[in-house]
């Protein structure tokens, strides 16, 4: 059986709104399209003149990229390998004032793209793109077409008027999880405001690394409301217990710590805060209690900032997580590694699941290639890795500039 691979993003270029989408829009809106020469509603986040919206190869002769069909199931399909491919369509319809026409511009963009994509190529599915600026329009455009199975997501920008947690949206969430669609929350803003709290950016660089604030933002605003408030009055309390050497479940203190020397250990945790404890075994005890969100230095937001998901044991497979449990049933502060809160008191499993949840639906998921450079804010970004196969080097720098 062939592999499947699916390119969740690709971005099929609506050429115009006068050319491309006006013969899918009602007569009203034909009118006004043509009366009031609506056109060129491509997002700043992606100018399509600008190099880094396209590769040099993959640019038409004539048009925007992503605009030639075929240029891109060459390169999605046969030069990338993808088995099928998701086509998310970043147009000024999710960024215009006007809900209705932001309506009408939504719908045509999902007629165009499943008459002229989806219907040549059975390998390419679509997001059904929305208007937020009126959830109750959002929603019948997802009645629309949640009966369609080319369409396989709802697409909504990262950045708007509102974090996309907030009780307004909550009727296009219900909506979307009733016919199990996901929510494709993709890089972009409605920029009708500063894309941070200290204004407009000079490079385009920061605009980038804005799109990764507004996706911490929103990890925030769309936790339960009763499980930030736990968190935040009872704080988190992290231990770790290294052994001393020699056999032992995880790391040594020495291999923790990269030393033999007591002293510098000791000299370190009280530095940073950290309670320690030598153990008669030889091992170190090491608890601090910390909070859940944080307020960003420069910015003044709120984020979420902490590991207690991480630290905690559900969070390896089912098999482990039992066994570390019964193992150290009554006396869970002997654990390798875990966390409470701040009392003591034991973290409810099924919020930190909802944590992992909310955090993996943010995430964006990307192959490295030799030579990539990626710069990010440690504060304002949750960054790991995923399993891979085979060598690779990352090369890390810090920097408090």
């Not at 099929?12 to 399209?33: F, I, S």
């Not at 030069?79 to 009408?104: E, K, R, T, W």
């Not at 959002?138 to 080319?150: F, K, M, Q, W, Y």
């Not at 231990?239 to 056999?247: E, T």
Request: with cysteine; aromatic share 10%; charged share 25%.
């Amino acid at each position: 059986m062939a592999a499947t691979r699916i390119d969740c993003d690709i971005h099929p270029a609506v050429g115009g709104t006068r050319t491309t989408l006006l013969p899918y829009l009602d007569d009203h809106w034909k009118e006004q399209v043509v009366s009031r020469a609506i056109d060129g509603l491509d997002l700043n986040s992606y100018p399509p003149s600008m190099p880094l919206s396209g590769r040099a190869d993959w640019r038409p002769a004539n048009g925007k990229p992503g605009s030639d069909l075929a240029m891109v199931q060459r390169g999605a399909f046969d030069q990338l390998g993808a088995s099928h491919a998701i086509c998310n369509v970043l147009y000024g319809a999710q960024a215009v004032f006007d809900p209705y026409m932001a309506a009408a511009f939504c719908k045509a963009i999902n007629d165009w793209i499943a008459a002229e994509w989806l219907s040549k190529d059975s390998r390419l599915r679509a997001s059904i793109v929305v208007p937020l600026q009126a959830p109750d329009l959002a929603v019948e455009e997802i009645e629309r077409l949640a009966g369609d199975n080319r369409f396989v997501s709802v697409l909504v920008l990262a950045q708007g008027d509102q974090l996309l947690g907030k009780r307004h949206f909550w009727p296009v969430w219900q909506a979307a999880e009733k016919h199990k669609l996901p929510i494709a929350i993709h890089a972009g803003s409605q920029y009708r405001g500063a894309p941070s709290s200290v204004g407009w950016p000079s490079y385009r660089y920061e605009y980038y690394l804005a799109e990764a604030q507004a996706m911490q933002a929103q990890i925030l605003s769309r936790l339960d409301p009763e499980v930030v408030d736990e968190f935040t009055r009872k704080k988190i309390k992290y231990v770790r217990n290294l052994h001393g050497g020699g056999n032992g479940f995880g790391l040594s203190w020495q291999e923790a710590f990269q030393t033999t020397d007591k002293s510098a250990v000791e000299a370190y945790c009280r530095e940073m805060l950290i309670d320690y404890e030598w153990k008669a075994d030889g091992g170190l005890k090491l608890e601090n209690t910390f909070v859940c969100s944080i307020t960003h230095p420069r910015t003044g937001e709120q984020v979420w900032f902490n590991q207690a998901p991480q630290f905690h044991p559900s969070d390896y497979p089912t098999d482990i997580f039992e066994s570390l449990c019964e193992s150290y049933r009554g006396r869970e502060h002997d654990m390798p590694q875990t966390s409470f809160f701040g009392d003591d008191t034991p973290i409810d499993v099924a919020a930190l699941r909802h944590i992992r949840e909310t955090m993996f639906k943010q995430a964006t998921v990307f192959p490295w290639r030799e030579g990539d450079v990626m710069m990010i804010d440690n504060i304002l970004v949750c960054h790991g890795r995923m399993p891979f196969a085979g060598q690779r080097k990352i090369l890390l720098a810090m920097t408090d500039k």
